[in-house]
């Protein structure tokens, strides 16, 4: 993966549009993969689990006509802890300070409450809002859509369906993101696709396997740290912890005679290696710190602010 500044910016053409495009909407609607897709490389980690994202990851779309750098926010929800608040304030800043925000729903279940909060909170901006209708794939019976046409009629927001996991409408919302964009100059070298450096990166492929592999009760209890990189020519070292709160949480990931350890780093070096093009020795290590959600000095340390404006 490329660093932030060692490509050429190119200079822009007069009809080249350009912006900033914050994916907001409730936990688990699939925001990640969307942007997965929008990007076409995995740099946004995806679960079943809710709240999968936790930091503002920047991905990048390039085309002849325009560049999108798409604002992957957490999902909005009524917060339970430290760590909570920050990832809602950090989301409810995003919509603030971008261009456009792509609002995403699960159109297949129909619009609630958790829905009907965003709204409220987008009335309360003058940043333009798509609606966006994803996992149109899964959707039981397409009245479902009504439920949501009335919250975009009242608002006078355009929507768009499609699925991020098929890849069906994505072309559409593509064309209608750019055309909501006004004319703008590159903000990122075209062959960059986030602005996150590959440490990042690595510490949320770890955390993905975590999220897929483990038990319910430890994913929202998980940080990871990137401690050491060390690259030869032959092969990039990683060193990295696991955090979780209490020793429960530890005994599940390390599992019988290190067996849920060693599947996690088996998974998780498979997804660093197609990042980095590269073979990889990845060695992990768990750690506990008691309540470091709920602690903003230890929050901070691993790596967990609010943004600012």
Known sequence: MNEIFTGTIPTATADFRSGFVAIIGRPNVGKSTLMNYLVGQKIAIT???????????????????????FVDTPGIHKPHHQLGKILVKNAITAIQVVDLVLFVVDCSVEA?????????????TSTPVILGLNKADQQPYPSIDQTYDVLAQAHNWPTIKFS???????????????????????????????DQPERFIMGELIREQI???????????????IELVEETPKITRVMAAINVERDS?????????GSMLKNIGQ????????????????????KVEPKWRQSRLLLAELGYREDKN
């Open 267 to 286: 998974a998780a070096r498979e997804q660093i290696q197609k990042l980095i093009a590269g073979d990889v020795y990845l060695e992990l290590f768990v």
């Open 211 to 225: 999220l897929h592999l483990t038990q319910q009760e430890v994913p929202h209890s998980v940080a990871v740290q």
């Open 249 to 257: 949480q530890k005994g599940i990931i390390i599992g019988a005679k």
């Open 47 to 69: 679960s079943p689990v809710a709240q999968t994202t936790r930091n503002r990851l920047r991905g990048i779309l390039t085309t002849e006509k325009a560049q999108i750098i």
């Open 112 to 124: 609630g409450g958790g829905d009907r909060y965003i709204v409220e909170l987008l009335e309360k």
């Open 164 to 194: 991020a996991l098929e890849g069906t409408g994505m072309e559409q919302l593509q064309d209608q993101l750019i055309n909501a964009l006004e004319p703008g100059p590159y903000y990122y070298p075209p062959d960059l696709v986030t």
